[in-house]
């Protein structure tokens, strides 16, 4: 078993049953070992959108990475996404962060995800759930990144 950590995200519709909705349909190919808070967050690149509702979980799958991107892209389109340009408003996303340590740079997937470093919205959660997570190619862990960023996107524990 392999463990991965995914961030959920989403701005349209039931936002919240959104979210409970894809860790159902995750837990057909994941083992599903711990969740964070929701957070409330302001939209990142296109701001004239509603705002989001974020949570990072971690997982065990014996999925291999390339099986795991398909199997989340399938939820997603399951769901209702549909794929309109990068930054808009969504039901649904639903991004790998970590797999094992593993780093992977194809034109199709990219692990550790190469943004993370600059959203507080997964970096919130992601530090609620596994501070002392080490980034495989920073050699940082993730509070510390956390720590040392600038400039994010306001986070705000959702009240829902």
Known sequence: MCRVYLSLGSNLGQRAKN????????EDELRIVQVSSIYETEPVGVREQPWFLNLVCAGE???SPQELLAFIQGIEGKMGRVR?????????DIDILFYDDLVIRTPSLEIPHPRLTERAFV????????????????KLTVREILEKAEGLEEVRPYQG
């Open 19 to 26: 979210l409970a909705q894809a860790l159902c349909m995750l």
């Open 61 to 63: 799958t014996e999925l």
């Open 84 to 92: 309109e340009g990068r930054f808009g408003p969504r039901l649904i």
């Open 123 to 138: 970096l919130v959660p992601l530090v609620e759930i596994a501070p002392d997570l080490l980034h495989p190619v920073l």
